[in-house]
């Protein structure tokens, strides 16, 4: 079992004194950061809701909390987004609403994990913002959502809202040692950003070689050495995420490079001062390269020819 991550030890000590008070939410809104912790959280409540081991609770160890960890409790329901939707769909809703009106199998609390809950269509946040308007005794609604603001104000207004901030470094490498073993984590986080549960499902050596392959096609695509629609099409084909992510940083570095006050060499050559590459490129035009890259990361889960997409990003940095 995965342990709790020190930057989410304020919401857990605060959630485990009120579960022991009895003062519990209805309903728990989890404001996450993409790969800081916001799903592990729900799940960590899920587990010391239905908890039955000794304090302090979750124990982690009771056959409640080894059910829930594993996805198998009859009182836990997911929902998620299934197939290849983008949203989720009143009917994923209208089945919450009929296990809440049954009885507990196990007598105590029913609780539903609804992640990504900024991806609700508005029939089913209507649908879900019934439930929250009556709620059903001995039930518990978690939503976790990157964007909550994509949410209706009615049912935010009935959450109580946790936020989950992006951790520090420092705290991100001391997690990911213990629970994935030592490695260069760090060079893992300088491509995901930091997002350590997301750098936990990566094979560090693998980012290593990825973000050092992907940045020798970036320079060879800047001097016209590329072709770039072979390169688009081995881009489209493994990856991607983790490539645009390698060319995002890429193209922020070029940018700060751009920005940054002209030093003053006082160095005498005997021969002309070589531009470099960054020199040439305009920060006004390595902007609209990077806006094209978050458009094309927005865009992923769209039915697009992301080949085409790719090569064109390329052709756009050639100098």
Known sequence: MVNGPLWLEAPMT??????????????????DAPGAGGPWLATWVARLMPCTGAAPRPCGRCRACLQVQEGRHADLLSIGLVDDSQQIRIDQIRELVREFALTSHEGGYKVAILDPADALNPFAANALLKTLEEPTADTMLILVAVQPSRLPATIMSRCQRIRVRPPAREQSLAWLAANRGEADWGAVLDVVGEAPFVAALLDPARVAELRAETLRTLEMARSGEADPASAAERWSRSE????????????TQCIQRSLAPPTVSTEVRSGAHTRTADSVINSRDL???????????AALNTPMNRSLAIESLLRSLRT
């Open 287 to 297: 902007f609209h390269v990077l806006d094209r890259v978050h458009e094309l990361k």
């Open 14 to 31: 605060s959630l485990a004194k009120a579960h022991a008070a009895q003062r519990m939410p209805h309903a728990l809104l989890i404001h």
């Open 240 to 251: 991607l995420q983790l490539r645009l992510a390698c060319l995002e940083n890429w193209l």
